[in-house]
């Protein structure tokens, strides 16, 4: 792959500011290494699809500089497209799990240099309806935590605010009625979380999905029929062991197909944006987009 424009799309308010902070010196490096370097800030949603949209596939590399929204916002623009040019992630939010997925470093200037490398892979993409995701598709407890996460305690404790909402949330007696179907599994009862899964990274830790692969044409399925607080502990052993969950109230297999419906709707949270509700049907796009990779595939 012969990379001769890049177009940079950056949050300034990633990381509260700090991304911007290190702007000129990430330019510097890209414009040391690419003939064609063109920077886009964003203001608010929508200003990166809208870029996109403007560029009319005249560029080679999108490098998304911010947090997980602008990643997700980054992918439902390119994943459409019939000629998508390549894809690039500097991390600068509080989780940034995709990026962690293609093993690429936290700090923005040690990714902008490995982006530089020109290492790519052909990486699959998640889709569910109307909206696409390199991460995850999920509904109920998973939903919860991440509406219930105090910005102050986000910003205090980052990474671990997500589990800390979780422990908050799991006492709490709400399920739903669940039907789900695939080629690989049938399930209808009563659940109090469904997670779906393209990277192996939740909240910026590897958690509940040990065969997870994003070259392999498969999503993971994680079903949790209730929401006790052993189950959430077994599954946070399962993700300290590296083993498939087994409890029996977690079903886990993987597919690539899924057709979801519940009673009541549920609200989706899909990579961290909560846009739409059940009912769903979420597939797999097999190596549908050329990503920068890093350390790949990452030890942890």
Not at 87 to 111: H, K, M, V, W, Y
Not at 146 to 173: C, H, W
């Amino acid at each position: 792959m012969k990379i001769k424009r890049v177009d940079l799309i950056i949050n300034p308010n990633a990381g509260n500011g700090r991304l911007k902070e290190q702007l000129q010196q990430v330019v510097k490096t890209l414009e040391s290494h690419f003939p064609h370097v063109s920077v886009h800030e964003t203001y608010q949603p929508g200003d990166a699809a809208s870029y996109i949209e403007d560029l009319d596939n005249e560029t080679d590399l999108i490098i998304g500089a911010g947090g997980d929204g602008t990643v997700y916002e980054i992918i439902n623009a390119l994943a459409p497209l019939q000629n998508r040019p390549a894809f690039g992630i500097i991390p600068g939010g509080t989780c940034n799990d995709f990026s962690r997925a293609l093993g690429i470093s936290q700090n923005p200037l040690e990714a902008v240099e490995q982006i530089c490398n020109q290492k790519f892979r052909a990486i699959d993409v998640g889709k569910c309806n109307h909206q696409y995701f390199l991460n995850f598709w999920g509904i109920g407890l998973i939903t919860e935590v991440s509406t219930n996460i105090n910005p102050r305690m986000k910003e205090s404790f980052g990474r671990l605010s997500y589990y800390l909402s979780a422990i908050q949330s799991v006492n709490r007696d709400r399920t739903f009625k669940l039907k789900l179907e695939s080629d690989e599994c049938a399930y209808e009862g009563n659940a109090a979380m469904v997670l779906i899964g393209n990277g192996p990274f939740t909240g910026g830790i590897r958690a509940f999905f040990p065969e997870s692969n994003i070259e392999d044409g498969k999503l993971e399925v994680l079903i949790i029929e209730s929401n006790r607080l052993q189950t959430f502990w077994d599954m946070i052993r399962a993700k300290v062991m590296q083993d498939i969950p087994n409890s029996e109230d977690i079903l886990y297999f993987q597919s690539d197909h899924i057709s979801i419906e519940t009673e009541p709707n549920q609200t989706i949270d899909c990579d961290g944006e909560r846009d739409y509700e059940t009912p769903s049907t979420i597939s797999i796009l097999p190596r549908h987009i050329q990503m920068a990779v890093g350390n790949y595939p990452p030890l942890q």
